[in-house]
């Protein structure tokens, strides 16, 4: 008997450790196996009507350290409970135009606490579109996509969507809305520019393709974005109506070929954007992201589109103000669902963006249920979660939404996260991040990605490469002392650096890098709101410079607003009173200045008298350490336009530099 209890009780610690080892997440191959399956159908029939209408809803979870016992994480508990929540977006707080990042392990905590927080297990994702840099710190850093475009290697790609899975899933993120495939054909785009890969459909699909073949060997899911093609407007749909006015053979040719790519590549899922589409849709009431000829006859029918359908944010002035008296009503179902045979699921794109709540101002629990109706399978980001829900639920009591169609809805949303293993296992294993997140040889494959980015478009032979001095203190032969500032400000060499907000990250690494070179640059940070005042200090120190270094960051800014002649608008060209100061600048010293494009490539088409001109593509802190070295004569300079830049280069163009030691180029080629 006692040597019988001794058996059971070794065989139940045995169990109990293979239990303990099943309950973390192993990251593998997306795959809904024939067990998944199962269980997602036996747990749709297990569901009521109202956890059914919950698992449709997206809502926001900002990372931060909480307290059991916080009032924003019990809200944001109570809200997953009540409502039933299927999925959720990870980001972080803001404070106005910044970005409080957090850190990896309390991402994952934060995570793991909802997942057991939850009856059914949670799909987190996120907009991972520069990796998880753009959230969290310490994790591998990359460029703008438009860097990929530039570097021109597919490889890079393949590597950027492998790591992005790698880390995401390591905190437990499964989902990402990326990657872009807009062909960014319209200089003056503002929101897209550097977030495409480029203007060439070729290139673009083909690096689409091999992003989310790394992301899958990650077990990552992926989007493109933004269907049928953002990248010929010249608004920010986030402040309002964007219009692709373009012919069919345009969007044949141009727009569609990136999301057949990326079809045939197999992409989890498709954003649809907020775009008036004239060529495809007659009714000027509809954007795409309400319009079936778009959604249901393009994408599901005729590209034959099998996977998850996303709105844009739903929230968003191109949409809102579209439907600023409530014109018209959601479509998505025709085009998607039937001239495309779109199968999958359907998410909208977050409900709360301001082009949806203002159409939907008197009932704004309203575009839920319009846009599920449109075709849509998952709903983001709604700008009254109550109101969405309980709209939505009326409407299946109603028999307004059938319960064929809201199960056949509730069914994909359980198959894709049981394709992801979810079913079986929901947390991360917080010992992993430590291992799988920051790893030093992903940070130097962003590293090298951003630094064969580096374009040369113009160059008078004058300046480049700038030399390096001591990094000993000038004219004493002796190194500094720790805790001393004891390096005298030059105007030998004056780095003037444009941004939107001088308290901003933006020229920070840029500083630290260019200053181990040369320890007494003049280095003046200025923004719109300080650059007139300080253009008379500016100028005068210009004038006796010997070198002028001007990095001007430019990116595109989702929902930024720009004061103009016609209203609040978006823009991705310097302003006003900057942009002046740098036409002052190209006066008084054009054949001695840098012009650096850390970010828009396009800049140089408003100021012909640039005479050196250097594109990053990207404000990222690893395009900043290869802008840097890149002057000096570092590494070598290999990168290509991926775009035309209007009366200045032609796509492909790029002056190619060797490094002044090639021993110290990154990588050989």
Known sequence: MLKSLSLFLLTCLLCSSGLAKERYQ???????????????????????????????????VRVQFWNAENPDYLQLRDNIRKYHIGSLAVSVPVDGPFLLRNQPLEAAEILNRLQRDSKLPLIFAADFERGLSMRLYGTTVFPHA??????????????????????????GIHWNFFPVADVNSNPANPIINTRSFGEDPQQVGDLLSAYIRGAHEGGMLTTAKHFPGHGETDTDSHLGVARVNVDLGHLQNIELPPFKKAIASGVDSIMVAHVTVPALESDPNRVATTSTAVVTDLL??????????????????GLTRLYANNIGRAAVTDLLKKQLNFKGVVVTDALDMAGLTRLYANNIGRAAVDAFKAGNDLLLIPADLDASYRSMLDAVHSGEISSARL???????LETKASLGLHKAHLVNMDDVSKEVGKPQNLAIGQQIADDAITLVRENSKLLPIKAVSKQIAGTGKAPLPYQSVEEVRNHVVVVIFSDDVRSESGRTFEREFRARVPDVNMIYLDPRI??????????????????????????????????????RNSVGLA?????????????????????????????????????????????????????????????IRGHLPVTIPNVAQRGAGIERQALNPAQSSGSH
């Open 576 to 636: 006003d009173a900057t942009g002046a100061l740098l036409d002052e600048i190209l006066e008084h010293a054009a054949e001695r200045t840098v012009v650096l494009a850390m970010g828009n490539p396009y800049l140089a088409q408003d100021f012909p008298a640039i005479q050196n001109y250097v594109c990053t593509f990207s404000n990222a802190t690893i395009s900043e350490a290869s802008a840097v070295k890149a002057l000096f004569g570092e590494i070598a």
């Open 531 to 568: 650059a007139g005042g300080m253009a008379n200090d500016v100028l005068a120190a210009v004038d006796q410079a010997q070198a002028v270094i001007v990095p001007a960051y430019v990116i595109p800014t989702a929902g930024k607003v720009v004061g103009g002649p016609g209203g609040p």
């Open 407 to 413: 199960d056949e809805s509730v069914l994909k949303v």
């Open 146 to 171: 438009m860097a990929f475009g530039a570097a021109g290697k597919l490889d890079y790609a393949e590597n950027f969507g492998r790591i992005t899975a790698q880390e995401a899933r390591a905190i």
């Open 26 to 60: 192993h990251p593998g191959p997306i795959r809904l196996d024939r067990d998944g399956q199962k269980w997602a159908e036996k747990t749709l029939h297990k569901l009521s009507p109202e956890e059914k209408v919950g698992q449709l809803f997206i809502i926001w």
């Open 300 to 317: 599901k029918k005729q590209l034959n589109f099998k996977g998850v359908v996303v709105t844009d944010a739903l929230d968003m002035a």
